[in-house]
Antibody, heavy 118, light 108 residues
Framework: EVQLVESGGGLVQPGGSLRLSCAAS????????MHWVRQAPGKGLVWVSR????????TYADSVKGRFTISRDNAKNTLYLQMNSLRAEDTAVYYC???????????WGQGTLVSVSS | EIVLTQSPGTLSLSPGERATLSCRAS???????LAWYRQKPGQAPRLLIY???SRATGIPDRFSGSGSGTDFTLTINRLEPEDFAVYYC?????????FGQGTKVEIK
C-alpha cells in the first residue's frame, strides 16, 4: 500500500524557516517524481514544487522561488521541503504527492499544517 | 501560466442525481494532461480522472471525464453520499501545474 506521511509543520514567525519531510513507503520511491502542493485555510489547491526521480531537476512556483528548496533522499525514501523567509501568506496545509500519469498526482499524504504568524 | 476556471462554484443536488462540472482553460490544454480530484472535508484530495477521461484505480464508473482543448467536463452519475465534496480540475504543461478554484457539490 502506498503511504506518504508528512511531518515538520508548526507555528513559525515571519521571516523564519521550517523543513518539512515526507516519508514514503509501499512503492519504489526512486522511480517517481514527487511534488509539494499546499492549501491555505478554506482555499483551493496550489502546486508548490516538483523534483524528478533522481533529484537532479527541480521546479518551483513563482510564489516560492528563491525561498523554498525541494530535495529528496532516495536511500531514506524521504522527500523534503526547506522553507526560508516565510511569510504570512505561506500559511497552509502542505501535502506531498506522488507524480503520476499525465502530470497528475496519484497519491497524497495527509498533510502538515504550517502557520506563519507573530 | 494556464488558468483553469471551474463552474459552477457550488452545485446543489440530491443523492441519486447527476452532477455536471465544468473546467475551462485560458489556453489549450493537452487532453493527456488534464485531471480531476475529489476532496472531502478534512481529507487530502483523491485522484479521480487523468488524461481527461481515464478513471484512476478504484474509481467507480459513475465518474466520467470528457473534453478537449479548453473545455473539460466531469460527470458524476447517481450521486452517492460520499460524493458531496469539493472537486478540482488540474493541468500540467511547460513544467507548471495549476488547479482550478474548485466546485463544491452540496446536498440540496
Amino acid at each position: 500500500e502506498v503511504q506518504l506521511v508528512e511531518s515538520g509543520g508548526g507555528l513559525v514567525q515571519p521571516g523564519g524557516s521550517l523543513r518539512l519531510s515526507c516519508a514514503a513507503s509501499g512503492f519504489t520511491f526512486s522511480s517517481y517524481w514527487m511534488h509539494w502542493v499546499r492549501q491555505a485555510p478554506g482555499k483551493g489547491l496550489v502546486w508548490v514544487s516538483r523534483i524528478n526521480d533522481d533529484g537532479s531537476s527541480t521546479t518551483y512556483a513563482d510564489s516560492v522561488k528563491g525561498r523554498f528548496t525541494i530535495s529528496r533522499d532516495n536511500a531514506k525514501n524521504t522527500l523534503y521541503l526547506q522553507m526560508n523567509s516565510l511569510r504570512a501568506e505561506d500559511t497552509a496545509v502542505y501535502y506531498c504527492a506522488r507524480g503520476s500519469t499525465g502530470g497528475s498526482f496519484g497519491y497524497w499524504g495527509q498533510g502538515t499544517l504550517v502557520s506563519v504568524s507573530s | 501560466e494556464i488558468v483553469l476556471t471551474q463552474s459552477p462554484g457550488t452545485l446543489s443536488l440530491s443523492p441519486g442525481e447527476r452532477a455536471t462540472l465544468s473546467c475551462r482553460a485560458s489556453q489549450s490544454v493537452s487532453s493527456s494532461y488534464l485531471a480531476w480530484y475529489r476532496q472531502k472535508p478534512g481529507q487530502a484530495p483523491r485522484l479521480l480522472i487523468y488524461g481527461a477521461s481515464s478513471r484512476a484505480t478504484g474509481i467507480p464508473d459513475r465518474f466520467s471525464g470528457s473534453g478537449s482543448g479548453t473545455d473539460f467536463t466531469l460527470t458524476i452519475n447517481r450521486l452517492e453520499p460520499e460524493d458531496f465534496a469539493v472537486y478540482y480540475c488540474q493541468q500540467y504543461g511547460s513544467s507548471s501545474w495549476t488547479f482550478g478554484q474548485g466546485t463544491k457539490v452540496e446536498i440540496k
